[in-house]
């Protein structure tokens, strides 16, 4: 009896699971004792962090996408066919054309989604870059800004923590190459009372940004956006004036994670070493799609989903788990236009990034391009 | 009925209890309780100075042996 491994969403997470599990499954699969099937929504498979690039003209679009055929294992059954439903009781799953797949062993892989619609007036008068439209939209803002008040807003929950700041950095040597920096002020906003999530990149920042000229406020969280004044109002009762306002919305997990009423918000609930959907043996959750409080990063989708492409296949092979996820996260960050640093942890390991360097901004750009090595399971 | 949720944000870096909780109450209701599990002593000082600007309501902080219970109302 063939066991089938169905992966709903074909980001990297699913990418990596699928790829490694053909790794570790090759004699299995080819005594069709177990197939692997990714159902995703979209033929063309983006880099994500690539998006930071693009405001800048840093970037040529076409190195953002591969075709996913390309990326995954040849012998992953692929389809570009939306998840509609998924029934974890009667073990399936229905897409967009009515198909059924069912599953001995799911995996919901399904990411996060912005949702500037869900503070007024933010998709009238902000720019954001976390998708490409948008990025696009804010390169063409960016080209014709020629000077004024800059506001980087930062919503709660958001991938990419670090992005927020990396763009910061960016916008201030992208308006000193334009001869524009003393013409702009940069204001930052953050929704805890200090300027990121992890206090060794708060403390990092701080000076950073003094000596830089760029103004933040902190515990501001916005409750709405006034396009026609520009100004950005916050829960905290604070107002800002902004010529040219960036923002990095508020996310939700995926549509068909509310409609299946798997987790509020589209954020499954998580075991977090055994990354099982908490009450099942069957179901595991890899990525942003997660509930776990963690960093919503590539780097966490990667170091999950090595771990699920292990018990996976243990399962598989052996009926048992193989071992835990430790809470790996590690995540580059761009000071600016030609340095970097990086910063990792666990579950029980503090963060403490390093003095930022060119060496380490050369080998993001490196990643850049090696990222698909990682997708493929092979980095 | 209010509900009451529980994040457990023990060894919690990034994003990390306080952001958890900003998340969270995006999506309980008016009245549902949040309680945050912290193992960072810092968040029983944010989250109520936070909680304090928003006006939504403290409603306990506790030490544990390793960490904190912080429950929050969500009152708006």
Redesign the interface.
Known sequence: MTEKILIVGGGLAGTIIANGLCRQLGKELRANEVNITVIGNNEQHMYQPGLLYVPFGRIREKDLFRDQRSVLDRRVIFNVDPATKIDIASKSVVTESGAIFEYDYLVLATGSRLRPDTIPGMEEGAHWFYDLAGARKMREALESFDGGKIVVNVNAPHKCPVAPLEVTFMLRDYLKGRGLADKTEITYTYPIGRLHALEPVANWTQPEFDKAGIKYETFFNTKSIDAEKKVILSEEDSSIEYDLLVTIPPHNGSQVISDSNLGAGGWVPTERETLLHEGTSNVFVCGDTTNIPISKAGSTAHFEADTIVDNLSSLVTEGRMARKYDGKVFCFVETGMNQGTYVWFNYVTPPNPGAPSQMVHWFKLAYNRLYWLSARGLL | MSKRTT???R??????????L??TL???QIGDEIDVLSSDK?SAI?IP??VG??KHEMVEIAEETDHWHIVVRKIK
């Open positions: 994040i457990d944000a060894g919690a870096f990034c994003p990390g209890p306080l952001m958890e900003i998340a995006k999506l309980v810092g944010d100075a936070w600007k928003v």
